[in-house]
């Protein structure tokens, strides 16, 4: 299977550190091994229900990581990831040790947890958690996708009930995540590796389905990527890879649901022939050749270079009529355009880059997460039939310093300020939201950077801010002020006893 080979068999520090060696520094590399002693230490004697020591667990999610070449602080926070949880090391002891950056996504991991399925009300409370980790360092994530891919490929070990559920919310919660990401990669293993433990009986049928369409079209594509690549050469384009690209199970799965098992003929990109250039307009070069040579289908035309699909994937897709008449797809991109589709978000921390909480560019992401939890919480009141509301309409907004708070939809600067703090909310005296000045009833917007005008000398809320506030927080804390403004006000004009 494709994606068994991105998982380490048998994890160990010496793998890692030869995948490290690659692209990291030998700083880097000291800072792995420290990291790495510091870890063991830690989680000396206990053991993995499948059996083996604990450690090669987050080994194996650092091995994950490193196959995308990310920096190097990402990889020891997931060397790191289930100290604080399950070993007597505190957050603090690796704070002094490795600081704050490594601690903090430790922190952003730990406070997640292990989500644990106790009904649904605290289960939905635990992905908010999730959504709100994601908001404030989007790198916690990318961690906890590869420490469920490995604990997915780990799964037997488990009970058959606690097995459906982890399965099936990878499948309906973490690839979704994945994919709205563009992690790609992420996203097919998620699937690959959920679907036969939540439909065994399909994946088993389109398993062999998949293998034995695979099987007849080998020698073909072979034959038809020789011919391209020597064609796009002697045209002097600088070819970087020409190589098939296998539709992961589970999105052929997805497919055959849309075109039915009887179209099965008609699933013409089960392999694709990806072809890898040197840059856009080799991209588009190769496009020309391609269709000089073989006839294109029409309408199967798609430039997502000039137009990216919203997780940012970019590539030139085209079917033709191939040698023999038989119908190819082809996609062209370049190395980029290829690292950025395989690991999405995750890019941004490719080598050197130092993912800092939330850099201001990024603050549209909060739009797009809101968005993703929509579409979760959608999908889960299918799996359980139940509204839950309080999840349903969350926004996340940001104070100046780049905290995320999240409230509930039509939230104003008032609830936002009690949210902050009781006295914030009681000496708040206006608001600025992206720099400018709205009045207190103003409804927030996901992205929102607000920022809370506070007068000391206010004295406290007026009457009227109970009926801006939305959140049952802000109301009653409102209430409370009046209330003491009142008794302190009777106070004065009643004897003491
Ligand atoms: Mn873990």
């Known amino acids: 299977m494709p994606y068994e080979s991105r998982i380490p068999k048998n994890p160990n520090f010496d793998d890692l550190v030869s995948q490290l060696k690659k692209y990291c520094s030998p700083t880097d590399i000291d800072l792995a091994r420290l990291v790495y002693d510091f870890a063991e230490k830690a ?14 667990h987050p080994i194996a999610t650092a091995q994950l990581l490193a196959n995308m070449k990310i920096d190097i602080n990402i990889i020891a926070a997931a060397l790191l990831h289930d100290v604080p949880e399950d070993t007597n090391v505190t957050l603090e002891e ?34 908010r958690k999730m959504f709100v980790a994601m908001a404030e360092d989007i790198r916690v994530m990318i961690i906890k996708f590869a420490d ?50 939540v439909n065994p009986k399909e994946y088993e049928k389109v398993r062999q389905t998949r293998k034995s369409l695979l099987s007849e079209r080998e020698i073909y594509l072979k034959k038809i990527m020789k011919v391209i690549s020597d064609e796009l050469t002697d045209t002097g384009i600088k070819l970087i890879s020409v190589h098939g690209r296998e539709k992961s199970l589970y999105s052929f799965y997805q497919k055959i649901l849309r075109k039915g098992w009887e179209n099965i003929d008609k699933i013409y990109d089960i392999v694709a ?3 890898i250039v040197n840059d856009m307009g080799d991209c588009y070069a190769s496009l020309g050749i391609i269709h000089k040579l073989w006839r294109p289908l029409t309408g199967r035309i798609k430039d997502y270079i000039s137009q990216p ?3 940012g994937y970019k590539s030139i897709h085209t079917t033709v009529f191939c040698v023999e008449g038989k119908i190819v797809e082809f996609q062209i991109r370049d190395q980029k355009m290829h690292e950025e589709a395989e690991y999405g978000i995750a890019a941004h921390w490719h080598y050197d880059e130092k993912g800092s909480r939330l850099p201001a560019k990024d603050i549209m992401w909060a739009k797009e997460l809101a968005d993703i939890q929509k579409n979760i919480v959608e999908k889960l009141s299918d799996m359980d039939e139940l509204k839950v509301d309080f999840f349903k ?60 005008i506070v007068d000391k000398n206010r004295k406290g809320p007026s009457q009227d801010w109970i009926k801006s506030a939305k959140t049952h927080l802000a109301k009653s804390r409102i209430k409370t002020s009046l209330k003491n403004e009142k008794s302190s006000w009777l106070k004065i004009i009643l004897p003491k006893k």
Do not use: W
Request: glycine fraction near 8%; hydrophobic fraction near 35%; proline fraction near 5%.
């Open 148 to 197: 469920r891919v490995h604990n997915l490929s780990t799964i037997e070990a488990l009970p058959i009930k606690k097995r459906f559920r982890i399965a099936l919310e990878s499948l309906e919660i973490y690839a979704p995540i994945a994919n709205r990401l563009g992690m790609g990669e992420f996203k097919s293993l998620l699937e690959d590796l959920s679907f036969p433990y």
């Open 273 to 275: 022939i990806r072809i």
């Open 43 to 56: 989680h000396q004697g206990q053991y993995r229900k499948s059996g083996g020591l604990y450690i090669t």
């Open 309 to 311: 699909k919203p997780n």
């Open 94 to 127: 690796i704070e002094k040790n490795f600081g704050q950056d490594i601690a903090t996504m430790i922190k952003g991991i730990t406070k997640l947890g292990k989500l644990k399925y106790r009904g649904v009300e605290r289960y939905i409370e635990n992905l």
């Open 393 to 452: 309409n969350r926004i996340f907004v940001f104070t100046p310093q780049g905290d995320v708070i999240d409230l509930p939809e039509d939230a104003t600067p008032i609830d936002f300020a009690y949210h902050i703090h009781t006295d914030i909310g009681n000496r708040c005296n206006g608001a600025k939201v992206n720099d400018q000045l709205i009045s207190l009833d103003t409804p927030l917007k996901s992205g929102d950077v607000v920022d809370i």
